[in-house]
């Protein structure tokens, strides 16, 4: 029965070609290939692989170069969004995101992504925030809840000390030149299809030149969390979203 | 009745997590008990009663389902 269902004519999914063949070194179940794979599909649809030009930032996706197909640009760490002005600027016609983590975004590179976006730039910020810095070994990040372990705040992250997590996306959606911003997430079907609207509607806002679309996607670190894949989704939806609670924050109003 | 569906999974690229088989709504999928090269318990295919809905293949952060639908 099931042989002769699988033929060309009857195809409904397959991976994108905006992606590379390589294996991605995601650790198993990480949000960050979720991610990749609906920016990349969404490069597809829109038919804007040869016009696409994307930023690397520094964190456990440094070596998104090697999964996207398209033009990519390594940044130093947190300067994706000043090396995304560049490119855009340069190539004002090019579709320009740059890929972010919250170590990244909200951390070491939270003045250019404030000046960035405050300047309006025409590019896409995808921000992955996982309250962690994964790469480096789960230590506390900006974004970290308040009481969550992380390896150098091991009694929990306690706010007296440690300040409080840092709510960038509803901060900078204060800007002016912030034009649409969202936080999604990838951990289920629904999420994913909903999340994968959103970044496809950011890159179609691209062309109109009205300022900087920002896409924030909660996601989990299942390594860093200690927890397996599929406890550490659980845990995101019970302990992220009512801190992080998904939906869009900004959207344009001359629409 | 819904339409029948099947699904092809790239074993060597799986890395085990889940994600897949709590997502599938006919639950299709389940870890293998033998492993890949890279040690991971890989998904399979249990049963047949796949609809083609893309539910695994859309959650899959590795991209390793491909999914089929009669027309």
Known sequence: ?255 | MAKRGDVVIDIEKCKGCEVCVSACPQEVLALAPEVNKKGYHYAVKVNSDCTGCTNCAIVCPDAVITVYREK
């Open chain 1, 1 to 255: 029965m099931s042989e002769n269902l699988i033929t060309p004519e009857n195809l409904v999914y397959q991976k994108t070609e905006a992606m590379t063949d390589r294996i991605l070194h995601y650790c198993p179940g990480c949000g960050h290939g979720t991610a990749h794979r609906i920016l990349a599909e969404v490069i597809e649809e829109m038919g804007i692989q040869e016009q696409t030009i994307g930023v690397a930032p520094v964190g456990c996706s440094v070596l998104a170069y090697y999964y996207f197909n398209v033009d990519m640009q390594e940044a130093a760490h947190g300067r994706a969004p000043a090396v995304a002005t560049g490119i855009k600027r340069v190539f004002p016609d090019k579709y320009v995101f740059t890929y972010q983590g919250d170590g990244d975004l909200a951390a070491i590179g939270t003045a250019e992504t404030i000046h960035a976006i405050n300047r309006g730039e025409n590019i896409l910020i995808v921000f992955i925030n996982n309250g962690i810095y994964g790469m480096t070994g789960g230590q506390m990040a900006p974004t970290t809840l308040q009481g969550m372990k992380s390896s150098t705040s091991p009694f929990g992250r306690d706010t007296k000390t440690m300040g409080s997590p840092l709510k960038i996306t509803e901060l900078i959606a204060q800007l002016p030149g912030a034009y649409f911003v969202t936080r999604q997430a990838v951990h289920k079907p629904a999420n994913v299809r909903k999340a994968k609207k959103a970044i496809k509607k950011a890159m179609e806002y691209q062309k109109l030149n009205k300022g900087t679309c920002f896409v924030e996607i909660v996601s989990n670190c299942p390594s860093n969390w200690k927890m397996t894949p599929v406890q550490s989704n659980k845990w995101m939806e019970e302990n992220m979203f009512p801190f992080y609670p998904l939906g869009d924050i900004k959207v344009p109003e001359d629409k």
